[in-house]
């Protein structure tokens, strides 16, 4: 059975920074690319961040670029978002996904590329 776990949620002021950590349970981790969504309340799920399968290829939502950092480590089986100069409306349900195959990372934006999700993270960003 395949899971993913998300940690490293939590409160934090505006400016400050986060990491999120996911850990898969995947046998071939090497062979899925890893996203990052979030969903606010009230709002629906958008996309984040993704990371293609080498770790090579990279790309953020515009309302994140510049300010988060995604990556990975296969020995580990873990991917990773770095936040920093976090925002209130930043604040979300961070969700960790994986997808099938070896393209690009900009294949990967849309939820229905992905077969498999967390539970998810809570990240609040105060004001």
């Known amino acids: 059975q395949v899971q993913l776990v998300e940690s490293g949620g939590g409160l934090v002021q505006a400016g400050g920074s986060l990491r999120l950590s996911c850990a898969a349970s995947?046998?071939?981790?090497?062979?899925?690319?890893m996203g990052w969504f979030r969903q606010a309340p009230g709002k629906e799920r958008e996309f984040v961040a993704s990371?293609?399968?080498?770790?090579?290829?990279?790309y953020y939502a515009d309302s994140v670029k510049g300010r988060f950092t995604i990556s990975r480590d296969n020995a580990k089986n873990t991917v990773y978002l770095q936040m920093n100069s976090l925002k209130p409306e930043d604040t979300a349900a961070y969700y960790c996904?994986?997808?099938?195959?070896?393209?690009?990372?900009?294949?990967?934006?849309?939820?229905?590329?992905?077969?498999?999700w967390g539970q998810g993270t809570q990240v609040t960003v105060s004001s």
């Open positions: 990371i293609n399968w080498s770790g090579y290829s990279t």
């Open positions: 995947l046998h071939t981790f090497n062979n899925y690319a």
């Open positions: 996904a994986a997808g099938s195959g070896k393209y690009g990372s900009r294949w990967y934006t849309s939820q229905n590329k992905y077969d498999y």
